[in-house]
């Protein structure tokens, strides 16, 4: 595959990472989930849907993120921020997957046997230590590589630097954001998501610029 085209998969990568980075908390169900409405929220498929869009999300920016070599190749942080981006989105998966289904089982269990106490087993889930360690080890990775994106876009070209402090701001703000409200949360995977797509459409159209691609315009009317 040529390079134009690898350049071209990564910023769709990184497009479809911010639609699903905003659709996480938008989707996700929230409730006291030490009552049966709790147990059913997470038992339902939107909690499987909404978590399945985040690991995915991670996935995708770390797919997305090598770009930077195309626009700063001199500059140290455009290598290390997708290493860093993969293995955060590494150390990051598997406590999503137990969040994803672990939990899910046992809402399904507890609302099965009308045992609600089982429910007390989220918590047991959540901050087994090892798991929560890998957690906050991998969004800490995140929130750095945001931080190495952004420096590198400012100093590399203008018309990138809204996308990169956007992202930047989302991942560093990936951790606080557990502790706010639903509302806070929705409006922390926007902010998140419009890094994702505005740094991959700046990038499509600088690439446009440079090596003659196909306007992003162009490019979506002949998928559709």
Do not use: K, N
């Amino acid at each position: 595959m040529p390079r134009s085209a690898h350049s071209r998969a990564r910023l769709v990568a990184l497009a479809l990472a911010g639609v699903l980075f905003a659709a996480y908390p938008t989707v996700r169900p929230y409730s006291d989930e030490t009552t049966r409405s709790g147990a059913e929220a997470v038992a339902s498929s939107a909690w499987i849907a909404s978590h399945t869009f985040a690991m995915l999300a991670f996935v995708l920016i770390a797919v997305g993120l090598p770009v930077l070599g195309r626009w700063a190749p001199t500059d140290r942080g455009a290598g290390t921020a997708p290493l860093l981006a993969w293995l955060g989105a590494g150390l990051v998966l598997p406590y999503y997957g137990a969040e994803t289904f672990g939990l899910h089982a046992i809402a399904r269990q507890a609302i099965a046997t009308g045992d609600l106490e089982l429910l007390r087993l989220f918590d047991t889930v959540r901050y087994q230590p090892v798991a929560l360690a890998f957690f906050g080890v991998g969004l800490v990775l995140l929130a750095v590589a945001g931080v190495l994106v952004a420096r590198c876009l400012w100093r590399a070209a203008a018309a990138l630097r809204w996308g990169g402090l956007l992202l930047a701001a989302g991942l560093v703000g990936f951790l606080p954001q557990f502790f706010l409200p639903a509302p806070l949360r929705i409006a922390h995977g926007i902010v998140l998501a419009l890094g994702c797509v505005v740094l991959a459409v700046s990038g499509w159209r600088r690439a446009d610029q440079v090596t003659g691609w196909p306007p992003v315009t162009a490019s979506i009317s002949a998928v559709m």
